[in-house]
T-cell receptor, first 112, second 114 residues
Framework: QKEVEQNSGPLSVPEGAIASLNCTYS??????FFWYRQYSGKSPELIMS????GDKEDGRFTAQLNKASQYVSLLIRDSQPSDSATYLC????????????FGKGTTLSVSS | DAGITQSPRHKVTETGTPVTLRCHQT?????MYWYRQDPGHGLRLIHY???????DKGEVSDGYSVSRSKTEDFLLTLESATSSQTSVYFC?????????????FGPGTRLTVT
């Protein structure tokens, strides 16, 4: 059974700081990972996808994948109160990657 | 919400009654998924479909059945609802092209079984 682990938090950072969210997974074969943001009472929203080792940047967000360490992270630069949400990490639950397994999420709180 | 609608958005039902939730997409995506989300458990896959009439079980499929007779519609049925099935249910879709299985979620259905 594949697993995706996240620290549930809450992670609290002041406005303008860098928020670092981490995720570990149990399978060395997994190729692709996803970060979702979920506001309270809303559905998950895809914010980053990463398919290869290294960093991927999109605006204030940077996803990092280290396959050897089975570790995925999401950095949010210049954190804003509007970034306050639960962040879900997801990886493939089968070989083909057609289904995902989600971590339980990390709650981020950005204070102004 | 990436052209995905779910109905109903809220439902209260009694234990033992059948319930059907509907997911409708306008994106013509091949893959469709049903998840439930509960405090302390996160998002868990119930069933998914990789084409018309093609479905597979997920992590928590007991007590649920699905059907997909058209590309755009994926139905989740609770044959005899139990209180443990009180949850928020999300539908998701994925294009499933190459190695890209990014999933996009619908708005959710809040189901309460009394």
């Amino acid at each position: 059974q594949k697993e995706v682990e996240q620290n549930s938090g809450p992670l609290s950072v002041p406005e303008g700081a860098i928020a670092s969210l981490n995720c570990t997974y149990s399978d060395r074969v997994s190729q692709s990972f996803f970060w979702y943001r979920q506001y309270s009472g809303k559905s998950p929203e895809l914010i980053m996808s990463i398919y290869s080792n290294g960093d991927k940047e999109d605006g204030r967000f940077t996803a990092q994948l280290n396959k050897a360490s089975q570790y995925v992270s999401l950095l949010i630069r210049d954190s804003q109160p509007s970034d306050s949400a639960t962040y879900l990490c997801a990886g493939p639950s089968n070989q083909a990657g057609t289904a995902l397994i989600f971590g339980k999420g990390t709650t981020l709180s950005v204070s102004s | 919400d990436a052209g995905i609608t779910q109905s109903p958005r809220h439902k209260v039902t009694e234990t033992g009654t059948p319930v059907t939730l509907r997911c409708h997409q306008t994106e013509n995506h091949r893959y469709m998924y049903w998840y439930r989300q509960d405090p302390g458990h996160g998002l868990r896959l119930i069933h998914y479909s990789y084409g018309v009439k093609d479905t597979d079980k997920g992590e928590v499929s007991d007590g649920y059945s699905v059907s997909r007779s058209k590309t755009e519609d994926f139905l989740l049925t609770l044959e005899s609802a139990t209180s443990s099935q009180t949850s928020v249910y999300f539908c998701a879709i994925s294009r499933g092209v190459g190695h890209s299985y990014e999933q996009y979620f619908g708005p959710g259905t809040r189901l309460t079984v009394t």
